[in-house]
């Protein structure tokens, strides 16, 4: 390996040891996508998400991306960093970095070249054999903390959609939704999903 290769190449960080930054995050050289939540790493699966996690974020990405055109809402789908400051906006100083599969932000001051820094309107996570306990519920915490107005959670196998709605700083769930129910969004006023349409067709 020769010199240019040395400082490049980031040796890859601990998971288990160490609070980790965006300024961190950013020097990382890494084969498989991380996030960062409260400066804890997180990793994504190395494999490509499965076939029908990609069909439902498919069917509900075109969905919001048709509804919001030309509009000032704006949809975005992973790969897209969503930056959750505390205290600072200071790269070095935020210490939480995840990349939701589906985010609306209606606030264009919260977007720059490097995605999204503030809370999104929406996020939607689509549940993955990869998703272990201890992410989802950190998720839920900071995504409540950082004022996210609305979460989704979607199972793609047992075909259901659970909406997490922010009620003077905390989230108040729906019931449980499947076919033939039809999702209205707070955060994203006269948006509505037919939950018949996105689990058509997967199996």
């Given at each position: 390996?020769?010199t240019?290769?040395?400082?490049?190449?980031?040796?890859?960080?601990?998971?288990?040891?160490?609070?980790?930054?965006?300024?961190?995050?950013?020097?990382?050289?890494?084969?498989?996508?991380?996030?960062?939540?409260?400066?804890?790493?997180?990793?994504?699966?190395?494999?490509?998400?499965?076939?029908?996690?990609q069909?439902?974020?498919?069917?509900?990405?075109?969905?919001?991306?048709?509804?919001?055109?030309?509009?000032?809402?704006?949809?975005?789908?992973?790969?897209?960093?969503?930056?959750?400051?505390?205290?600072?906006?200071?790269?070095?100083?935020?210490?939480?970095?995840?990349?939701?599969?589906?985010?609306?932000?209606c606030?264009?001051?919260?977007?720059?070249?490097?995605?999204?820094?503030?809370?999104?309107?929406?996020?939607?996570?689509?549940?993955?054999?990869?998703?272990?306990?201890?992410?989802?519920?950190?998720k839920?915490?900071?995504?409540?903390?950082?004022?996210?107005?609305?979460?989704?959670?979607?199972?793609?196998?047992?075909?259901?959609?659970?909406?997490?709605?922010?009620?003077d700083?905390?989230y108040?769930?729906?019931?449980?939704?499947?076919?033939?129910?039809?999702?209205?969004?707070?955060?994203?006023?006269?948006f509505?999903?037919?939950?018949?349409?996105?689990?058509?067709?997967?199996?």
């Amino acid at each position: 390996m020769d010199t240019e290769e040395k400082i490049s190449k980031v040796e890859e960080p601990s998971s288990e040891y160490g609070v980790y930054s965006y300024e961190d995050y950013l020097s990382w050289n890494m084969d498989v996508m991380v996030e960062l939540i409260k400066g804890k790493i997180f990793k994504k699966a190395a494999a490509a998400p499965r076939r029908r996690h990609q069909g439902i974020s498919g069917n509900v990405f075109s969905s919001f991306h048709s509804f919001l055109k030309g509009k000032k809402c704006k949809v975005y789908e992973a790969p897209f960093d969503v930056r959750l400051p505390v205290k600072s906006r200071k790269n070095k100083d935020i210490h939480t970095v995840v990349q939701p599969d589906i985010c609306v932000i209606c606030d264009p001051s919260k977007l720059d070249d490097f995605g999204c820094i503030g809370a999104p309107d929406l996020i939607i996570e689509i549940l993955s054999p990869g998703n272990n306990q201890l992410e989802l519920t950190r998720k839920y915490e900071v995504y409540q903390e950082s004022g996210v107005r609305e979460y989704w959670i979607i199972h793609p196998d047992e075909h259901t959609l659970l909406v997490y709605t922010l009620v003077d700083g905390f989230y108040q769930p729906s019931r449980l939704m499947t076919h033939g129910d039809v999702v209205k969004s707070i955060a994203v006023p006269e948006f509505e999903l037919e939950l018949g349409e996105v689990f058509r067709d997967l199996d």
